[in-house]
């Protein structure tokens, strides 16, 4: 509302001076400082609270030589009173004649029977909740779940949005009016020079003059009756009957007023500004909005907001069918490969790889697992295949022996028994090595702790002396302590050192050595180097037993000797199961696999320096911390 000139002899409605024109009005109190209630009688209605005003400026009362006045405009917040209902006596609790005791009443409950009910959860339903099975028709859901309520979430806050700017339209046309009629009294003062003769004429010349509300209408009352009345165009407010008897019932409100009416035929918003004439009448201006009429555009953008709501709920459902069907293609074919490879057990198949997304590198991973899977399976056949002939053999020999034994020839029986314990005991390593090498994947395999190298060494320089007459030698000692497997190294140093045993000549050098950092060449008889290539063991994909070192220094293990060598054609092949080059030497073919198994558990390599004619170097490198080998290295 804008502000109201004032002049020195004049000022508007609203004043606390009194004039014998007008009834005494309560002061301090402008348009909008009483709610809004609903069109009951007056009497009917219980006290309102206030609110604050709707201008700054609150309008005074309009007098002229201090004789006349009008009551001033003021209308009341669009809010509905609380009925409040007496006290029911019935409700209230009822005391006793006699006194309680709240401690027996309480022991008493307490101490009464209960009775426990046990639940037994449905065998049918299993205890679980509902849930989609289909990863495809959970995407689905999820994605149109969201999308409804992000979609809701927009419509209330439409809905909303539309009923706030409805009401403050109205309210806003209804204080302009308001004003308008206030500013039209003052002037009709001014021109009279004596006050209003009658109530009802100035209401009805303003009536004339005023523009009715868009799609509303102002309505002036006299008396209790409609007197005068426009409307705008189209408009049938003033035919309501129910609106008119409500108006009505407010013909003896000496304050402005606001508030909402309901009648069979539509919503309203009404605003009343009663006026008086001391000693004629009085009478009362209702200013009237078709609520229904004006929140009938946000309605109708509802529904059509709906309608598209679902429309691009049905777009995202078949977007998402679509793109699920893409994206979870390679799940697809994941499944129905696995399906094969359980029925035909062929791993030799493949997941096609497209891009390089989270789904791609699943299928990667899945191929490079059907990967080991197929190596452990060929690997698993071939020990299989290689023990079965393996364990054939003597039996096979014992029981040719046993057929053609002459029991009454003694020293045939002698020579078979012979034969017998020695294939048996062949038997017996066989299956000590296989148990060897069944533990290699067990992570127990090796059992960490602190070992002297040199103790070690030494330990392993004594046990290997007793395998035959040969030149046994150090060829060098290093003092450090590492943590590994004491056992299992030994075991490697003294299956190197038999292996050597084997296939040189004796009376020849066979030496064992350690050293950091250091590898020990292959030496002719004469002690000069020969230059051969280093060939490592395969790689067996273990995980490393021992705890992590840091640095990059290595512990070098070895035995050496001069034999008949390695052809380099059979280097390689040589750490494989079973694999025996010579078989006119004794052994199984697993001494070199298993001493490959101790040095990758000890998260090291096995390699081979050999020459045919010369010999071999076996070492063993294995790795360790700066802290365990510093005083070595300093030492140097």
Known sequence: MSEQPTSPRHSYPGSPKASPLSPATPAGQPWGNTPIQPASPPAARAPLPATPPLTDNPPSSVSLLEEMTIPRVETKPLTTPTKISPPNPSSQPSNPQGKTNPQGER??????????????????????????????????????????????????????????????????????????????????????????????????KFVRLEDAPNKGALLGFSDGKLSVNKASQGSTIHQDAQLLTKLASYSDENT?????????????????????????????LAIISDYSTDITPTYTQLMLFAGISFLVLALVGLVNVRASQSLLAPISRLREMMASITGEQDLSKRLPIQGNDDLADVSRQMNLMISRLQTSFDEQRDLLNDVGHELRTPITVVRGHLELLNPEDPQDTARTRELALEELSRMHRLTEDLITVAKSDRPDFIRPSRVDIGDLLMDAFENST????????????????????????????????????????????????????????????????????????????????VPPVDGSHRLNLWVRDQGIGIHPKDQQQIFARFMRVDHSYAGSGLGLSIVNAIAQAHGGILQLKSAPAVGSVFNLSLPISNDDCKDEIQGE
Do not use: C
């Open 107 to 204: 022991g008493a409950y307490q101490s009464r029977p209960r009775r426990v009910v046990e639940k037994t959860p449905d065998p049918h339903n299993g205890g679980r909740k509902f849930r989609i099975q289909s990863l495809r028709n959970r995407m689905l859901v999820h994605s149109v779940l969201i999308s409804g309520f992000a979609l809701t979430v927009v419509g209330i806050i439409m809905l909303f949005t539309g009923v706030l700017q409805v009401f403050h339209a109205e309210r806003v046309q209804t204080e302009a009016i308001t004003t308008d009629f206030r500013n039209f009294v003052k002037t009709e003062i001014a021109k009279k020079g004596g006050g209003l003769s009658s109530a009802k004429e100035a209401l009805e």
């Open 256 to 284: 402005a007023q606001m508030f909402i009416v309901r009648t069979d035929t539509s919503t309203y918003v009404s605003g009343i500004v009663p006026i008086s004439a001391a000693g004629t009448d009085d009478a009362m």
């Open 466 to 545: 007793q395998l035959g007459n040969f030149n046994w030698r150090i060829d060098n000692l290093t003092l450090v302590s590492t943590t590994a497997d004491q056992q299992r190294l030994q075991q490697a140093l003294l299956a190197l050192a038999q292996n050597a045993s084997k296939f040189a000549p004796p009376g020849t050098l066979i030496a064992l050595g350690a050293a950091i950092d250091t590898q020990q060449p292959l030496l002719d008889q004469e002690g000069k180097a020969v230059e051969v290539e280093t060939v490592t063991a395969p790689d067996l994909q273990m995980v490393p037993q």
